[in-house]
Structures are given as C-alpha cells and as structure tokens.
C-alpha cells in the first residue's frame, strides 16, 4: 500500500496567493516524523518543514507551514504568499521507526506573475 | 562546505556494464540511502545504512548492491546494467536515530543506460 498519497500532479497559482498542497499518509506507528521538500528544476532537493507526530502545534518556517491532522492522516502544506521562485516540485514525505523516508509522488507547482 | 558530494553528475552506459555510482558525505552522519527518481513516481529507496559495517534492502533493491566500508562513503554498484536502471540517482545522509532527522540530499546522478 502507498504510504504517502499526494493526489495533485500539478497545480497554478497567482503571485502573492495561498496555495495548498495535499498529502495523507498512511501508518501504524504512533511516532512518525512528516517532512516536505521542495525540488527546482535545477534538481535539487530542498528540506523546508517537518512535523513530528507528537508535535500539537502546527510546524511553521517562513512562508511554509504545515496542516497537520492526525486523525485524517493529513499533512498538508501551505506556501503564503507565492513568489515566482516557488515553481517547483514539492514532496511530501514519512520517516517511521527505521530511519527510512517514504516519498510520495510529488506535485509540481507553477507559480504565474 | 560541508555537504554530500555524488559522482559522476551523469554518465551514459552501455547494457550489461557495470558502473558505481559515488558518494561520500562530510557531516558524520550515521545513516545513508540511495534513492532513484522516476517521473510519477517520486523518490524510491534502493538501499540504506544505518551505520558503518551495515547495509539494508530499500523498496527497489534488485539490480544494486551497496558498501560501507566507512562513516563517510557508500557506493552504489550496478552490476551489469539494464535500460530500467535509467534514472537519476540521490544520495542522502542523516543524522541517525529519530523519525525527527531530515535527509540531507546529494546533488544527483543523471544515469542513461542504452
């Protein structure tokens, strides 16, 4: 079974909007970590946001924050304020309890002026 | 700069050669993987190392093989490659225990296999 489900191949949005990213995830373990990346067409991967399963408050860092609902088994992003900058790749990803991380498919944002 | 370093950036390869791909990390970290990345399908693990000495199966093992002779370096060896095996490969490093250790990511091999 896919462990992390993001359900948006690609997605637009306007310069200076919201956008949100989907991605649930599926686990049994009550300690799990869930991070985002992101991956420009330059090929890199970028860490941008983590969220502990333990955590009660909703990871932020700049710009980025994460939806976190446990019981839905949902980690959404949210990127505020859309710069041109953010077209890119974006990847939801789980670490369990055995140091690996499983990726989800991604989704590919394009950010319009 | 302390990093994750990968080599070659890309290579092209006959059918049925062998080829390893490199990977050396100065950050002491414990933990490292190797993923491969297909269009749609995201980032899959092919093999990890929680430590020196040891080495684990990821999701798409068969085909590779790994080493860790070291904190440091943890090649990835295609034995005899198969047109399949076109990809670009990342190498990551982690700190090491904990669901809370992100993955530091290498710049990726670009690997065309004819």
């Known amino acids: 079974a896919q462990k992390i489900t993001q359900t948006q191949p690609g997605m637009f949005v306007q310069e200076k909007e919201a956008v949100t990213l989907d991605c649930t995830y599926d686990t049994s373990d009550q300690s799990y970590g869930l991070f985002w990346y992101k991956q420009p067409s330059s090929g890199e991967m970028i860490f941008l946001i983590y969220?502990?399963?333990?955590?009660?408050q909703n990871a932020t860092e700049g710009r980025y924050s994460l939806n976190f609902q446990k019981a839905r088994k949902s980690a959404n992003l949210v990127i505020s304020a859309s710069q041109l900058g953010d077209s890119a790749m974006y990847f939801c990803?789980?670490?369990?309890?055995?140091?690996?991380?499983?990726f989800g498919a991604g989704t590919t944002v394009t950010v319009r002026a | 700069i302390a990093g994750i370093t990968q080599a070659p950036t890309s290579q092209i390869l006959a059918a049925g050669r062998r080829m390893t791909l490199r990977c050396t990390q100065d950050m002491r970290h414990n933990a490292m993987y190797w993923y491969r990345q297909d269009l749609g399908l995201g980032l899959r693990l092919i093999h990890y190392s929680n430590t020196a000495g040891t080495t684990g199966k990821g999701e798409v093992p068969d085909g590779y093989s790994v080493s860790r002779a070291n904190t440091d370096d943890f090649p990835l060896t295609l034995a005899s490659a198969v047109p399949s095996q076109t990809s670009v490969y990342f190498c990551a490093s982690s700190g090491g225990g904990g669901t809370y250790n992100e993955q530091f990511f290498g710049p990726g091999t670009r690997l065309t296999v004819l």
């Open positions: 990803a789980m670490r369990e309890n055995d140091y690996k991380l499983s």
């Open positions: 969220q502990g399963s333990y955590d009660e």
